[in-house]
């Protein structure tokens, strides 16, 4: 036997405790005792506990749904985990979490993912922090078979092995992707060859034997540290239970059951103890059910506190990390410098990457070629080491970022195109927008995502969507869209402090525009409106580009008609600031609400539910609310349709005078 008798005990009792947990699991579903879905790992136990003995109590796991062993090898009690599946106020979560979703930063474990291999971006990312942050810990990115036909992997590892990071990639292969055997759905017969065309090194274990996972994990985490090179383990397994609570597996043979079972982990290991003579078959009787009373005792204390529970208010208390205090200041006298809002937005980062040196700029084309739109300049050159160019792989480096600010990094990610936001979806809406309230405020994500948005540019219907509503829809995600060079400037500032994710739309139309602009301790507060300008007629309330346009209109409209408009930029999109809203409209009594945009599904909508859902406002109202928005149209190449396809200062000047017409009274009732 190659472990020590110590060793020893503590892989049994691992394997034990994790089976016996999942067993006990299964039977509070199959009663009826606990809600919604779980996904067992027995017959996987010796995967979770060899790895467990190979790394330091500081190294970091991102598990998968099928997380159970892995967050029990790492030392979290099972009480918490039991309170955790009953949706207790006691769970490792709250209750916030359940199965798919532990996540306990006490014990070094990131979280696991209910998206099949989207950790794995999350995993790369907490390698680039602690590379970053000159730590010895490594990284562990914990995934199944199936989760290596997914892009995200593939992009992970490259970028791992580009940059060398301290990342094992460890794929538990037990020969089935959900119903889907390995064999159909993956175009090799060795998973881990396929990490040579990453020029990373890999080995093959069999999954079911505790010690050979222990020794090849070893050699892996040795090899990572030494050299902080990526590495790829591929661990042969099986579950002998379904893929889900409700799963009778019926795309497998019971002969096939029967074989497996045969090699069952516990089993195999109980014997190799004994044949070592360092414990006899009393011994590991003992130790086998002492284990099992330990995790049947932590069953008995979560019952107890089955039916606590956190409040739905307490529940979204976690849905944004707490924010420091910041002072906001107005900057030292009038600001008298003119900039473009393109250099507005690179001399924020500028500042704040000299500020601080947790701020890591992260994207395509950032370095010498100076950004697609010149935006990061010559930043390369000032800020070497914090400023990192990627390959073409959107869903990994935002991932990366994701997992980078768990860590406690400040990630500022440019995505080339707004457009190009999409295919880093998931790590924003089922990572970024959730970590803090899924792991019961354990977690936090203080990163930046800056895309540009807008037509005007002559780039067809794929490089010029506004998708800012798109996102809006999602919980925890805070949305900025700045309209002119100072508060670009100010805004990203304080977007890059903030403890929580935001995504920042530039809108590629303004990054000519000139204004003045603030020094550097100039920050404005998120989620405030700014008036730029006052009136007594008319609300306006836009944002982004579109502002521009509505300023253009309102000096048209008092010159010509003497109407008076008080223009509001939004600036945040969301959290929205309703006070400054309801209190134009009630003086105003009329409200246009104008974005780029399409209307369907268009955050204006928002402003008017907004208006007319305020008793006091919507009864002030004399004319009904306007929205003048983008064209139900994809962004047209030809230049004439591409200004007509998004609203004008006419057609804003047009739709302020139709609210002045007199018309039917117009009635409403609360």
């Given at each position: 036997m190659h472990f020590s008798r110590e060793q020893a005990h503590e892989a049994l009792s691992i394997m034990v405790r994790s089976r016996h947990f999942e067993e006990m699991i299964d039977t509070f579903f199959k009663h009826k005792e606990m809600h919604g879905t779980t996904h067992l790992s027995?017959?996987?136990?010796?995967?979770?506990?060899?790895l467990s003995l190979a790394l330091n109590q500081s190294d970091w796991i991102v598990p998968t749904h099928r997380c159970h062993g892995h967050t029990i090898a790492r030392g979290t009690d099972e009480q918490k985990m039991f309170s955790e599946m009953f949706g207790s106020s006691d769970g490792i979560c709250k209750g916030l979490g359940g199965s798919m979703h532990m996540t306990d930063v006490e014990h070094f474990n990131a979280g696991s993912s209910a998206v099949v291999g989207s950790g794995v971006n999350l995993a790369t990312g907490i390698a680039f922090a602690l590379k970053n942050q000159k730590s010895p810990a490594i990284s562990v990115a914990i995934f199944g078979d199936g989760a290596t036909s997914r892009g995200a992997v593939h992009e992970s590892m490259n970028l791992a092995s580009v940059w060398d990071l301290p990342v094992l990639f460890f794929c538990e292969n037990n020969g089935y992707g959900m119903s889907a055997a390995t064999r159909r759905m993956v175009a090799t017969d060795s998973i881990a060859r396929r990490s040579e065309g990453y020029d990373i090194e890999y080995a093959v274990v069999d999954g079911n034997d505790v010690e050979a996972v222990y020794l090849a994990a070893k050699i892996a985490v040795e090899k990572i540290r030494?050299?902080?090179?990526?590495?790829f383990l591929e661990v042969k397994t099986y579950r002998s239970c379904g893929h889900s609570k409700s799963d009778s597996c019926v795309y497998r043979s019971r002969e096939e059951e029967s074989l497996w079972l045969q090699r069952d982990p516990i089993t195999l290991f109980s014997k190799v103890m004994v044949a070592s003579t360092l414990f006899t078959e009393e011994d590991v009787a003992s130790i086998i059910l002492a284990e099992r009373l330990k995790v049947e005792e932590a069953a008995k204390a979560a019952i107890a506190l089955r039916?606590?529970?956190?409040?739905l208010e307490q529940a979204m208390g976690y849905l944004f990390a707490p924010e420091e205090e910041v002072a906001l200041r107005l900057s030292n006298g009038i600001p008298t410098r003119r900039i473009s809002y393109r250099e507005a937005i690179r001399e924020a980062i500028d500042e704040e990457m000299a500020r601080d040196k947790a701020v890591h700029l992260i994207g395509e084309d950032i370095?010498?070629?100076g950004g697609c739109f010149k935006v990061t300049g010559s930043l390369f050159e000032k800020h070497p080491s914090q400023l990192h160019e990627t390959p073409v792989s959107e869903e990994a480096f935002t991932g990366l970022a994701v997992g980078a600010s768990m860590l406690g990094l400040r990630p500022v990610v440019e995505?080339?195109?707004?457009?190009?936001?999409?295919?880093?979806s998931d790590p924003i809406i089922n990572h970024a927008a959730k970590a803090s309230f899924m792991s019961a405020g354990q977690l936090s994500c203080p990163m930046v995502l800056r895309a540009p948005i807008g037509s005007g540019t002559g780039h067809g219907a794929q490089h010029t969507q506004?998708?800012?509503a798109m996102f809006a829809n999602v919980p925890g995600l805070i949305i900025v869209a700045p309209s002119c060079p100072g508060d670009a400037k100010a805004l990203l500032k304080s977007s890059i402090r903030s403890n929580n994710p935001?995504?920042?739309?530039?809108?590629?139309?303004?990054?000519?525009?000139?204004?003045p602009v603030g020094d550097g301790d100039y920050l404005m507060p998120l989620g405030k409106a700014v008036v730029k300008k006052r009136g007594e007629h008319v609300t306006i309330v836009s944002y982004s580009h579109a502002v521009m346009t509505c300023l253009e209109a309102a000096t048209i409209l008092s010159s010509q008609d003497e109407i008076e408009v008080e223009v509001?930029?939004?600036?945040?999109?969301?959290?929205?600031d309703k006070e400054t809203i309801l209190r134009s409209v009630l003086k105003t009594q009329r409200l246009l609400v104008v974005h780029d945009s399409p209307e369907a599904g268009g955050y204006g909508a928002e402003v008017v539910s907004l208006v007319v859902s305020d008793e006091q406002c919507f009864a002030s109202l004399v004319s009904p609310p306007v929205r003048l928005c983008g064209k139900e149209s994809p962004i047209p190449f030809s230049l004439e349709l591409e200004k007509q396809v998004i609203p004008t200062k006419e057609e804003v000047v047009a739709s302020v005078r139709r609210l002045f017409r007199p018309t039917e009274p117009f009635l409403f009732s609360l």
């Amino acid at each position: 036997m190659h472990f020590s008798r110590e060793q020893a005990h503590e892989a049994l009792s691992i394997m034990v405790r994790s089976r016996h947990f999942e067993e006990m699991i299964d039977t509070f579903f199959k009663h009826k005792e606990m809600h919604g879905t779980t996904h067992l790992s027995i017959g996987q136990e010796a995967t979770q506990a060899g790895l467990s003995l190979a790394l330091n109590q500081s190294d970091w796991i991102v598990p998968t749904h099928r997380c159970h062993g892995h967050t029990i090898a790492r030392g979290t009690d099972e009480q918490k985990m039991f309170s955790e599946m009953f949706g207790s106020s006691d769970g490792i979560c709250k209750g916030l979490g359940g199965s798919m979703h532990m996540t306990d930063v006490e014990h070094f474990n990131a979280g696991s993912s209910a998206v099949v291999g989207s950790g794995v971006n999350l995993a790369t990312g907490i390698a680039f922090a602690l590379k970053n942050q000159k730590s010895p810990a490594i990284s562990v990115a914990i995934f199944g078979d199936g989760a290596t036909s997914r892009g995200a992997v593939h992009e992970s590892m490259n970028l791992a092995s580009v940059w060398d990071l301290p990342v094992l990639f460890f794929c538990e292969n037990n020969g089935y992707g959900m119903s889907a055997a390995t064999r159909r759905m993956v175009a090799t017969d060795s998973i881990a060859r396929r990490s040579e065309g990453y020029d990373i090194e890999y080995a093959v274990v069999d999954g079911n034997d505790v010690e050979a996972v222990y020794l090849a994990a070893k050699i892996a985490v040795e090899k990572i540290r030494s050299t902080s090179r990526p590495y790829f383990l591929e661990v042969k397994t099986y579950r002998s239970c379904g893929h889900s609570k409700s799963d009778s597996c019926v795309y497998r043979s019971r002969e096939e059951e029967s074989l497996w079972l045969q090699r069952d982990p516990i089993t195999l290991f109980s014997k190799v103890m004994v044949a070592s003579t360092l414990f006899t078959e009393e011994d590991v009787a003992s130790i086998i059910l002492a284990e099992r009373l330990k995790v049947e005792e932590a069953a008995k204390a979560a019952i107890a506190l089955r039916y606590s529970h956190v409040s739905l208010e307490q529940a979204m208390g976690y849905l944004f990390a707490p924010e420091e205090e910041v002072a906001l200041r107005l900057s030292n006298g009038i600001p008298t410098r003119r900039i473009s809002y393109r250099e507005a937005i690179r001399e924020a980062i500028d500042e704040e990457m000299a500020r601080d040196k947790a701020v890591h700029l992260i994207g395509e084309d950032i370095g010498q070629y100076g950004g697609c739109f010149k935006v990061t300049g010559s930043l390369f050159e000032k800020h070497p080491s914090q400023l990192h160019e990627t390959p073409v792989s959107e869903e990994a480096f935002t991932g990366l970022a994701v997992g980078a600010s768990m860590l406690g990094l400040r990630p500022v990610v440019e995505i080339m195109y707004g457009d190009f936001s999409t295919l880093a979806s998931d790590p924003i809406i089922n990572h970024a927008a959730k970590a803090s309230f899924m792991s019961a405020g354990q977690l936090s994500c203080p990163m930046v995502l800056r895309a540009p948005i807008g037509s005007g540019t002559g780039h067809g219907a794929q490089h010029t969507q506004s998708l800012e509503a798109m996102f809006a829809n999602v919980p925890g995600l805070i949305i900025v869209a700045p309209s002119c060079p100072g508060d670009a400037k100010a805004l990203l500032k304080s977007s890059i402090r903030s403890n929580n994710p935001v995504l920042y739309f530039e809108n590629k139309h303004l990054y000519n525009n000139l204004g003045p602009v603030g020094d550097g301790d100039y920050l404005m507060p998120l989620g405030k409106a700014v008036v730029k300008k006052r009136g007594e007629h008319v609300t306006i309330v836009s944002y982004s580009h579109a502002v521009m346009t509505c300023l253009e209109a309102a000096t048209i409209l008092s010159s010509q008609d003497e109407i008076e408009v008080e223009v509001i930029d939004l600036a945040t999109i969301k959290p929205m600031d309703k006070e400054t809203i309801l209190r134009s409209v009630l003086k105003t009594q009329r409200l246009l609400v104008v974005h780029d945009s399409p209307e369907a599904g268009g955050y204006g909508a928002e402003v008017v539910s907004l208006v007319v859902s305020d008793e006091q406002c919507f009864a002030s109202l004399v004319s009904p609310p306007v929205r003048l928005c983008g064209k139900e149209s994809p962004i047209p190449f030809s230049l004439e349709l591409e200004k007509q396809v998004i609203p004008t200062k006419e057609e804003v000047v047009a739709s302020v005078r139709r609210l002045f017409r007199p018309t039917e009274p117009f009635l409403f009732s609360l």
